[in-house]
């Protein structure tokens, strides 16, 4: 029997992040990368109900930092199975959405538990599949849990609805009951926590789920089903369907029985999926729900007065954290011109101190990038940069083993270059010069995204204005632009960064609920 923790409704506190600086968890965790490291290279079943299938096409997933190194190999769906996995999440939605929401809240405090336990040993897939740094892997993990937990808690809040009036003779109530069968797609960067929180958001809500996932990342995916199924979830909720993002994803999509559908992912790949789940199919009786969290293209922007060391840090730190790969990553800084030499010379100095090498050494601070199609794009974006401004430091790639860049800061760009304006999503950060503060606002709204920023001033009436015309869902003050926490930042961008549904927050849940009122005349 699992025992939770702390299931208190209104008791939710983010996880706390491991201290490496302390020899007993940097031992243990190195203990779990070598518990890791004996399962390399097993074989992971697609998960259709009670069926675990095994098919001859595989998806080989290889450790970024070691091409040759084989985390596992994952069997893939086709359409047919793809079709299998939909008919039976419908048929377990039937028995699923009358499940006491309650229950379904255990089942997610019962996960975090469990996760909680292992968390090392989750890091450890994630240093090993994603290339993630221990300090990023462990943030990932920590993140997993607090979407468990926290969505728990959010359904104990609105498994009763939300009240509403009634008078003489009539008695009415406001539920929020389940959609039907949702398709979860997640990506990459986040293949714990994303992953997690989306499946976790669309089954504590009663509804039944196909994932997904990222062909980069599936081994993680498929801890995670283990995790579900310990955790006492019945066969059939969650379904897990690795394959081809075109061949099986554009199949969910048109589906008539898809209910709706939660993506995480590139701005191309989202308004595919928007489009092609807005048209009506045959035999399709409600219009889809889509939940489309994309691109970011984020800026830290350094007023004339703010703390020019904290800026450097912001920068730098929002520009490579993870490789430049988080959809929140500051690939742009735009600094007064009074203190733009300053600054750029101090966050080249800091980028020069980062370590760039294996994610397995407690020591580096960015591994590699997820792969080679990557790289080569990343790689291209510098050669681009080189043209529109000037190489400070960096610039250099190598993919003969994994696919390592060097932290590259591209300096004096035009604020309509391609470097300020297409998502990189790697580790290159361009420096932009302004003329004032209206220069500024107008410089960070001028991208077809807005998911992150972050404003470095001591300068009240700055900061106020910030708050009006800075127009990204997820704004900081005096820090980087990255790093938002479930409960407390909840996370979602405007215009192309997607449909700002706020993963993390109050108002999450909602969307994978439809509400129904009823009115009652006695
Ligand atoms: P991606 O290439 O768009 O892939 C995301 C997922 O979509 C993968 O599972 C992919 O499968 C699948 N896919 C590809 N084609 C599809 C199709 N036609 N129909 C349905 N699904 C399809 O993104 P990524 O490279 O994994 O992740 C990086 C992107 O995600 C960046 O743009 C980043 O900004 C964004 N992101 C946004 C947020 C946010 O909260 N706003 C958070 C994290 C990441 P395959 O792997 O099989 O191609």
Redesign the pocket.
């Known amino acids: 029997m699992i025992t939770t923790t702390n299931t208190d409704i209104n008791s939710y506190k983010h996880e706390p992040f491991t201290d490496f600086t302390l020899e007993e968890n940097r031992s243990e965790f190195k203990k779990a990368l070598e518990v890791v490291q004996s399962e390399l290279g097993k074989d992971y079943p697609l998960v259709i109900g009670e069926e675990f299938i095994t098919t001859k096409e595989q998806?080989i997933s290889v450790n970024p930092a070691n091409k040759k190194e084989v985390i596992g190999r994952v069997s893939k769906a086709n359409k047919e199975l793809a079709e299998k996995a939909m008919q039976t999440a419908l048929s377990t939605f039937n028995t699923w959405k009358k499940e006491d929401p309650e229950v379904r809240a255990n089942i997610l405090f019962c996960a975090a538990d469990i996760i909680r336990r292992r968390k090392h040993e989750f890091s450890g897939y994630l240093v090993k599949e994603a290339g993630k740094p221990w300090k990023e892997a462990d943030a990932d993990t920590a993140e997993a849990v607090d979407f468990l937990e926290y969505y728990a808690r959010q359904m104990m809040k609105l498994k009763d609805g939300s009240p509403v009036e009634s008078r003489e003779g009539e008695i009415n109530k406001f539920n929020y009951i389940p959609l039907g069968v949702g398709?979860i797609?997640?990506?990459?960067?986040?293949p714990l926590a994303?992953m997690a929180g989306t499946v976790a958001a669309a089954i504590v809500t009663g509804n039944t789920v196909l994932l997904?996932?990222?062909?980069?990342t599936p081994v993680v995916a498929a801890k995670f089903v283990e995790v579900m199924e310990e955790a006492g979830l019945p066969q059939g909720v969650f379904n897990y369907i690795?394959?081809?993002?075109?061949e099986?994803?554009?199949y969910?999509?048109d589906h008539p029985k898809t209910r709706f559908i939660s993506?995480?992912?590139?701005?191309?790949?989202?308004c595919?999926?928007y489009e092609?789940a807005a048209k009506v199919q045959p035999g399709q009786i409600w219009l889809k729900r889509v939940i489309a969290?994309?691109?970011?293209k984020d800026t830290v922007v350094v007023d004339k007065d703010a703390d020019l060391d904290v800026a450097a840090s912001s920068i730098v730190y929002s520009a490579f954290g993870f490789s430049g790969?988080?959809?929140?990553?500051g690939s742009r800084a735009v600094i007064h011109q009074d203190v733009y030499n300053e600054v750029l010379e101090k966050a080249v100095a800091l980028t020069k101190t980062l370590t760039v090498g294996s994610p397995e050494d407690v020591n580096t601070y960015m591994g590699p990038v997820?792969g080679q199609a990557?790289y080569n794009k990343i790689m291209k974006y510098i050669e681009i940069g080189m043209e529109e401004g000037k190489l400070m430091t960096g610039g250099e790639g190598d993919d003969s083993e994994g696919y390592f860049i060097q932290p590259t800061i591209i300096a004096d760009v035009n604020e309509k270059a391609r470097l300020m304006q297409e998502?990189i999503?790697g580790p290159v950060v361009a420096f932009c010069k302004a003329r004032d503060f209206d220069h500024m606002m107008e410089i960070a709204n001028n991208t077809e995204y807005g998911?992150t920023g972050a404003l470095l001033s001591n300068t009240p009436e700055h900061i106020e204005r910030a708050k009006e015309e800075f127009h990204v869902g997820n704004l900081y003050f005096n820090r980087g632009c990255t790093g938002a926490i479930v409960g407390y930042h909840p996370?979602?961008?405007f215009n192309m960064?997607?449909t700002d549904s706020k993963?993390g927050g109050p108002d999450y849940l909602i969307m994978h609920m439809q509400a129904k009122t009823t009115s009652t005349t006695i």
């Open positions: 998806i398709i797609i997640s990506p990459f960067n986040f994303i997904k996932p990222s062909d980069n690795p394959g081809d993002g075109e099986i994803g554009d969910l999509v993506f995480t992912g590139s701005r191309e790949v989202g595919r999926i092609r969290e994309m691109g970011g790969q988080k959809c929140s990553a997820i990557s998502e999503f998911l996370f979602g961008g960064s997607g993963a």
